[in-house]
């Protein structure tokens, strides 16, 4: 017979945590407190109260982060900060001592609620559109993760109860809600240099130099390539926006003349610009090309 041979089983390997975050120790302030509250109005007063201001700023930046970590890249933390010092200052003001609570879990509700009430006030859009807002891109989010496509008005409205003009209306309102800002970066470095969107927008109403040199050089064109009846046409046919019916009757020539006129006249052109393109690049070709060398070569001395 085998002998029996005892395994002992290896403990399983125990799953590495992440370390816990060690808390920020708390200061004794309760001195501190003391003298604050039974202080009279004036300088030391005041002095106490920025000490405890100091002391648990670091709060309002906690808060001021996390809540800003949940808004667009157009609200600045700076401001919410500013806001949160004041909920801290009004904080402890109102800290009863006698109650027994903890300043931060009494304190955080106040930050928080001073930082929403200045969101709210800088919001231009009221909270009840804002609201229905959300309610519509949720609903189209979860349309569209289910079809795996744009819903339509009709497949939303049939989701929130409303009727297609009910959820038009819904959807330009959503719109508003929405801030863009142009003086964003496209790419996420700190390069002064780096693009901006508003960089990136046309000017519609500036001129540019490569239209206006083309618009020279078609007019020129046409004062120099092209007949009468030839710039009529054109000028009635692109500028005027007339048919070549239209065209026919002002000219009193047939439509099929017109035509005729018409493709001629565009023949001649091309032919004109391409000759004109081909003598530009004659002449760069000319200033590029440097200039040739020739070899001179020295006479063989004879050594005596």
């Known amino acids: ?158 989701m929130l109860k409303m009727t297609t003009a009910e959820v038009e209306k819904l959807r330009r309102e959503s719109n508003l809600t929405s801030v863009y800002t142009l003086n964003q970066q496209d790419s996420d470095d700190d390069d002064p240099m780096a693009l901006r969107k508003l960089d990136a927008l046309m000017d519609k109403d500036s001129h540019q130099p490569f239209d206006q040199m083309l618009a020279k050089d078609l007019a020129r064109a046409l004062m120099t390539t092209l007949a009468k009846n030839e710039r009529t046409v054109i000028a009635l046919y692109y500028h005027e926006g007339l048919t070549m019916k239209e065209i026919g009757r002002v000219m009193h020539i047939s439509e099929s003349r017109v035509c005729q006129i018409h493709t001629k006249t565009l023949k001649k052109l091309k032919a004109y610009l391409d000759r004109l393109a081909e003598e530009k690049s004659e002449e760069e070709k000319k200033t590029t090309t440097p200039p040739k060398f020739r070899a001179i070569r020295r006479p063989k001395t004879q050594l005596n």
């Not at 407190?33 to 009279?40: R, Y």
């Not at 106490?48 to 808060?63: A, D, G, P, Q, S």
């Not at 904080?91 to 001592?97: H, R, S, V």
């Open 1 to 158: 017979m085998c002998p029996i041979v005892a395994v002992s089983k290896s403990p399983a390997p125990r799953s590495r945590r992440a370390p816990k975050r060690k808390r920020r120790p708390e200061p004794d302030m309760s001195g501190v407190w003391s003298e604050f509250k039974s202080a009279d109005a004036g300088q030391k007063r005041d002095e106490l109260r920025n000490e405890l201001v100091e002391t648990y700023h670091y709060l309002v930046k906690v808060i001021g982060n996390r809540i800003a970590a949940r808004l667009p890249r157009s609200i600045d933390v700076q401001d919410l900060r500013s806001a949160g010092v004041f909920g801290l200052m009004r904080a402890i003001e109102n800290y009863d001592l006698e109650r027994g609570t903890p300043f931060p879990s009494y304190c955080a509700t106040r930050i928080r609620g001073a930082i929403l009430d200045e969101l709210r006030a800088q919001d231009w859009v009221p909270r009840l559109v804002r609201n229905r807002a959300g309610t519509y891109r949720d609903c189209t989010a979860k349309l569209q993760k289910r079809l795996g496509r744009e819903p339509s008005n009709y497949e939303v409205g049939q």
